[in-house]
């Protein structure tokens, strides 16, 4: 069992820079992959970002690539996102997800509770 809690969403300008961290529970966080998603009002949920277990590797959406930074501290069992040069169309509630597999499907075995992030223009 894993259980995610995010922090780090709020209001930003347009051009500005946020950090979500996604602390995880459970002794297997290291082996599971993480991945993070967003969703806008009245919209279906995307993915942003994933960052495999094991080596490291990531996948990025091509509306965040060069923007947007995943990572993660397995000693602290923590998953950051930093976003940078937002935009209004980033605005959306960003979830953290973990699943043993390192995917870009919306499949995650377990699921954040969200945050809010407002860009303003």
């Known amino acids: 069992q894993v259980q995610l809690v995010e922090s780090g969403g709020g209001l930003v300008q347009a051009g500005g820079s946020l950090r979500f961290s996604c602390a995880a529970s459970g002794r297997t966080f290291s082996t599971y992959a993480m991945g993070w998603f967003r969703q806008a009002p009245g919209k279906e949920r995307e993915f942003v970002a994933a960052i495999s277990g094991r080596s490291g590797g990531t996948y990025y959406a091509d509306s965040v690539k060069g923007r947007f930074a995943i990572s993660r501290d397995n000693a602290k069992i923590t998953v950051y996102l930093q976003m940078n040069s937002l935009k209004p169309e980033d605005t959306a509630v960003y979830y953290c997800?973990?699943?043993?597999?390192?995917?870009?499907?919306?499949?995650?075995?377990?699921w954040g509770q969200g945050t809010q992030v407002t860009v303003s223009s």
């Open positions: 997800a973990a699943d043993p597999r390192f995917r870009r499907d919306s499949e995650y075995e377990y």
